[in-house]
């Protein structure tokens, strides 16, 4: 009887230890794939602050443009202050 119960035992360990290290082999394997779908979303939202940030630019210096164009020379200064201030606004993001 004792022998039985022995090999019920030692037949419940392995079977917890197996189980145990499945979830945690699955665990590991979920988290791998979660980190790789946040690093994909972040370089996704880096591109599109870049094309946003691109766009603005545009919009700013077209903004310019027509400024120089209809001799408004003082609001074209400013609108040109801004585009400097979001450059090194730009550059100071990069570099971190």
Not at 7 to 25: D, G, Q
Not at 29 to 58: A, F, P
Not at 68 to 75: A, D, F, K, L, N
């Amino acid at each position: 009887m004792e022998t039985v119960e022995l090999i019920i035992k030692i037949a419940l360990f392995i079977l917890n230890v197996s189980t145990v290290a499945f979830i945690v082999i699955m665990i590991g394997k979920w988290h791998k794939r979660m980190e790789g779908k946040l690093n994909s979303i972040q370089r996704y939202i880096h591109h599109v602050t870049d094309c946003n940030d691109i766009v603005y630019i545009n919009q700013l210096e077209e903004i310019k443009r027509r400024l120089i164009e209809s001799e408004r020379y003082e609001e074209a200064d400013k609108i040109s202050k801004c585009i400097e201030e979001e450059f090194k606004r730009i550059n100071k993001y990069e570099q971190h």
